[in-house]
């Protein structure tokens, strides 16, 4: 979920080039993501507790699949923009609510390990991110898949 977030950004500098955005315009495609993450942390980030962990579980992966799809299937900037946006409110729902299913599942022989696993993975799978779009994006197959979406 997490490797999602920092998966696009091997792609940008392509995706500059090949739609003639600015430098101030890649960093709007940058930020709103971290906009609408904090936003949604902020208004949203209880909703499993509300709503119950499946739902917000299910809801949060059907944005990030949608906002991959929306990163592929983008013809310019305002695509990028606001496949970024329904990948922020994806990736704050998923955070919040796995989060909370970590804590709830904890073995009670084994005090804190939620605490651990909602601290290292998070940030192991945003490590990753960029690393494997980076292998993916040099794969000739995803230049051929780039362009057939495009022309559709």
């Known amino acids: 979920m997490m490797s999602s977030s920092s998966a696009p950004s091997p ?5 500059q080039r090949e739609m003639g955005f600015s430098a101030t315009t890649l960093t709007a495609i940058f930020a709103v993501y971290a906009i609408v993450l904090l936003a949604t942390l902020l208004t949203g980030g209880s909703a499993s507790d509300h709503i119950g962990r499946r739902p917000v579980l299910s809801f949060g992966f059907v944005l990030l ?10 013809s310019g900037p305002l695509g990028l923009f606001i496949a970024r946006a329904v990948q922020g409110i994806g990736c704050a729902l998923l955070l919040t609510s796995a989060s909370a299913a970590v804590t709830d599942l904890e073995p009670a022989s084994r005090p804190g390990l939620a605490q651990v696993c909602n601290s290292v993975i998070p940030l192991a799978g945003m490590a990753a991110g960029a690393p494997l779009a980076g292998v993916v994006m040099n794969m000739p197959s ?3 898949l780039m362009s057939f979406l495009r022309s559709r």
Do not use: I, R
């Open 142 to 144: 995803t230049h051929a």
């Open 11 to 15: 792609f940008y500098p392509v995706l």
């Open 65 to 74: 699949a949608g906002s991959m799809l929306g990163f592929a299937l983008a």
